[in-house]
């Protein structure tokens, strides 16, 4: 298995996934969130926060999923309140409206949630409804290898 690991996000891949873990650059005052991407295509250097420029090219054997951190004026909040990363979807946690954009016959699944005091949203999109039987297995997969650092004692949740 591969390893990613940065900005306090630590990966294993599973068997044809690919990823990256980065932060865009800062535009004006705004302070970049570290972004997770996994996918089990290939992920463009375009591509958007939630997938933009990348699930559309989703084949219905394909998934793609975000991690995305939110800041640390988030924790706490009612949003946020569900303590730790989901392990374990099922294939019922996934409907075709879930989808920022719906596209025909795929399906996607959402969780806000706290893990280690860094707030985060969990977004992943199958490339097919009909298979999300199937398909959730290697979500899971990776799910389960997926590790996210304490934020550091005094300091906001990003590591800067």
Avoid: C
């Amino acid at each position: 298995m591969v390893t990613l690991e940065a900005h306090g996000i630590r990966a294993r891949l599973p068997l044809g996934f690919e990823g990256r873990i980065f932060r865009r650059q800062t535009v004006h005052d705004e302070v970049p969130r570290p972004v997770a991407h996994f996918a089990t295509v290939a992920i463009p250097p375009d591509a958007s926060d939630f997938g933009g420029g990348l699930v559309t090219s989703l084949k219905s054997t394909d998934v793609f999923v975000v991690l995305f951190e939110y800041g640390p004026e988030s924790v706490g909040r009612a949003l946020f309140a569900t303590e730790g990363l989901p392990r374990r979807l099922a294939a019922d946690h996934f409907r075709p409206y879930t989808l920022r954009r719906g596209l025909g016959g795929q399906s996607g699944t959402q969780w806000f949630f706290t893990e280690n005091g860094r707030p985060f949203t969990l977004y992943a999109v199958l490339g097919s409804h009909a298979r999300r039987h199937s398909l959730v297995a290697p979500v899971n997969s990776l799910l389960h290898h997926l590790e996210v650092a304490p934020a550091a004692p005094g300091r906001s949740a990003i590591h800067r």
